[in-house]
């Protein structure tokens, strides 16, 4: 709730889609909800991951592209396994298909290349997503620690 | 100044015995840190490959780790079906370049015997097999590998794994004919005799995946949506990489799960740098232990030595060639250690992936890399440090005091 008159406040002034922090840590936008966006703990400079899960109760949307004011630079990445090398690969945008999706450490992530400060846990950072359709909302996401594997208050 | 080299190759001679000791017991404690670490880095590696060709397996929701330990490294073990709608969906997936259903449950020699579909046979030998041809009718099979069988080799399956099948005792009456042999993949399905789902499902008496009107001859998708029986697991080859994401979450309902082989490995490698941590912290302690012994019998050493270093210094040696006599030797004997130590590291790791490797079915090549060399140059390092100590006690001890305090 803390965040919503600061974020109704952001919409206003850019030409962003008006996001509403329903509750802590759920974002809406046009369709599509956003809930429970979190990123891994990070030293200055470090790249990290950041996750989240999406309900589209729209037709399917598209997840262009990725901005973190805190990042030298974001995108869209998922887990690979590539000569028996375990990593991560840039993927583009992809499809938010109807329904729940989600962004999770074992599939696809949104990789934060060097951080510009150090992430501590319990901090939040803002991320802006940009949709075909919903356009763009900026989320608050919450700082977990380094090896988390889930958001500490998903279901 | 003179080449305090002779000098302390002397010593060391002179006190073989002990300067061996000194030496083995260096190059033991490098040795079991770096085998360490040799041998995680080749677990890691031979995990990755050995699941590098299964794109994304879908199952019935249970533990990710047991189905990748079944599909991937074909442990034996029960697992539920995939049944009915959600099979149906998942057979006609129109994102898939293929879905391979995998049947276990029989095995020959103690070797897994898996029934699937050529397509994932060519998919796991890397595009084309190394000797003869996939199984193109529901009794031919194709062996991997290291399997003991031949082209041309009849058999027949045992139902069960292992004591299970001793003790069952049941051949399935259905013979088969091998018919080709993969390429290496690196995995236990180098051991194992791959057949057709038709002939698991038969035998296993759960009809034959086809319609009534099938001619008993051709295999392979596609299936009679309707008839085909419950599967364990299915590999899903997506046609592209956003499909393979796609296709993950898709598959991630209350009736199925879906998941990448490296999801699960991330998670087991975690676990398994954490073993290795502690590991490692409690083969740092042996060697800082083992240093400050090898110290403590240095300064002995030294302390015998001091009345023949004064002798030395009494006939004109400066107070720097001692020095440098007592250090080389110190500092050697830590150097000679750490260097042993990666080739016992080798040998060491060597054996043990070896071992790994026979009884896993997993290909381990384990190798001394720059982690080891880098631990065996801190030792060094901290030995060329640490033997400053012996060396500068007998560089500060007066002449006259030590030739007459014997």
Not at chain 1, 16 to 39: C, K, S
Request: charge should be negative; avoid cysteine; hydrophobic fraction near 55%.
């Amino acid at each position: 709730m803390r965040n919503s008159f600061a974020l109704a406040f952001a919409g206003l002034l850019s030409t962003a889609a008006l996001a509403q922090e329903t509750d802590e840590h759920v974002f809406t936008a046009g369709a599509l909800t956003i809930e429970h966006p979190w990123v891994r703990a990070a030293q200055a400079g470090a790249d990290t991951l950041a996750f989240a899960e999406f309900i589209n109760t729209g037709p399917a949307d598209t997840l262009l592209s990725v901005a973190a004011p805190v990042a030298a630079a974001a995108e869209i990445v998922g887990l690979t396994l590539e000569g028996g090398v375990i990593g991560t690969v840039a993927v583009g945008p992809v499809e938010i298909p109807t329904g729940a999706f989600s962004f999770d450490p074992g599939g696809l992530g949104l990789m934060l290349h060097g951080v510009a400060e150090a992430l501590a846990v319990g901090t939040e950072i803002e991320l802006t997503l940009s949709f075909a359709i919903a356009g763009e909302v900026t989320i608050h996401v919450l700082v977990e620690p380094a090896n988390a594997m889930a958001h500490s208050h998903a279901h | 100044m003179m080449n305090p080299l002779p000098l302390s190759l002397a010593m060391a001679r002179r006190h073989a015995g002990i300067s061996a000791v000194f030496v083995v017991l260096i190059a033991l404690a490098v040795g079991i840190g770096a085998a360490i670490t040799a041998q995680e880095r080749a677990l890691r590696a031979g995990g990755a490959q050995a699941a590098d060709a299964f794109d994304l397996i879908v199952a019935a929701p249970s533990s990710q780790t047991d189905l990748l330990l079944r599909v991937v490294f074909l442990q034996s073990g029960s697992v539920e079906l995939i049944t009915g709608e959600p099979l149906r969906a998942l057979m006609a997936e129109p994102r898939a370049a293929f879905v391979a259903p995998i049947g276990f449950g029989d095995s020959l020699n103690g070797d897994p015997v898996v029934g699937t579909i050529a397509a994932l046979v060519n998919r796991l030998s890397g595009g084309d097999v190394a000797e003869g041809r996939v199984f193109a009718v529901p009794t031919e099979a194709i062996v991997g590998w290291d399997s003991p069988l031949h082209i041309g080799d009849n058999f027949r399956a045992a139902h069960g794994h292992g004591a299970e099948a001793e003790l069952d005792g049941t051949q399935h009456g259905q013979a088969l004919t091998v018919v080709g042999r993969m390429r290496p993949t690196g995995s236990p399905w180098d051991r194992a005799v791959v057949v057709p789902i038709e002939f698991t499902w038969m035998v296993h008496n759960l009809g034959t995946g086809h319609g009534a009107d099938w001619d008993g001859t051709t295999i392979g998708p596609p299936f009679d949506l309707l008839t085909m029986p419950g599967i364990p697991a299915a590999v899903v080859a997506p046609d592209s990489l956003a499909a393979a994401y796609g296709l993950r979450n898709a598959y991630r309902t209350a009736d199925t799960m879906a998941f990448f082989p490296a999801e699960v490995l991330v998670q087991l490698y975690d676990l398994l740098g954490d073993v290795r941590a502690m590991m490692s912290v409690l083969a740092i302690a042996t060697e800082v232990l083992l240093i400050a012994a090898v110290l403590a019998g240095l300064l002995i050493l030294m302390q015998l030595y001091r009345q023949r270093f004064a002798v030395l210094r009494a006939l004109g040696a400066s107070r720097t060639y001692v020095f440098a006599v007592a250090w080389s030797f110190g500092f050697g004997l830590i150097a000679l250690g750490s260097v042993l130590g990666l080739a016992v590291a080798a040998a060491l790791s060597g054996t043990v992936s070896s071992l790994l490797s026979e009884a896993s079915g997993i290909a381990l090549s384990s190798s001394i890399g720059w982690t080891e060399v880098s631990l065996a140059l801190a030792l060094a390092a901290a030995g060329a440090l640490l033997a400053l100590l012996p060396a500068a006690l007998l560089y500060r001890r007066p002449v006259v005091e030590a030739l007459r305090n014997t």
